[in-house]
């Protein structure tokens, strides 16, 4: 069993930053692969940043540039810093675990941008 537990959504003005958190806990001995994705309302999930299972990442088109993910495979903590926020960036954000078969996902942490 694997638990994903996000934390730092919120609300911030167009422009402004934020810092997700996502702890790991259960059977995970490495944060390869692990990752963000977001939904908007009405729309379909979307990756945001992951760790690719050799440890290199990958970025959405939509937030190269502005976002970084990072972790600490010590803690089994993954953080996604978001820079220069926009509106579209609104929706709520998921950690994510992959497994063969099946995919962990956190409860989401909602994150608004104003303009």
């Known amino acids: 069993q694997v638990q994903l537990v996000e934390s730092g959504g919120g609300l911030v003005q167009a422009g402004g930053s934020l810092r997700l958190s996502c702890a790991a806990s259960g059977s995970i001995f490495s944060i390869n692969g692990m990752g963000w994705y977001r939904q908007a309302p009405g729309q379909q999930r979307e990756l945001v940043a992951r760790?690719?299972?050799?440890?290199?990442?990958r970025y959405g088109d939509s937030v190269k540039g502005r976002f970084t993910i990072s972790g600490d495979n010590g803690k089994k903590m993954v953080y996604l810093q978001m820079n220069s926020l926009t509106p579209a960036d609104t929706a709520v954000y998921y950690c994510n675990f992959p497994r063969i078969g099946y995919d962990y996902w956190g409860q989401g942490a909602q994150v608004t941008v104003t303009s």
């Open positions: 760790f690719t299972i050799g440890g290199n990442t």
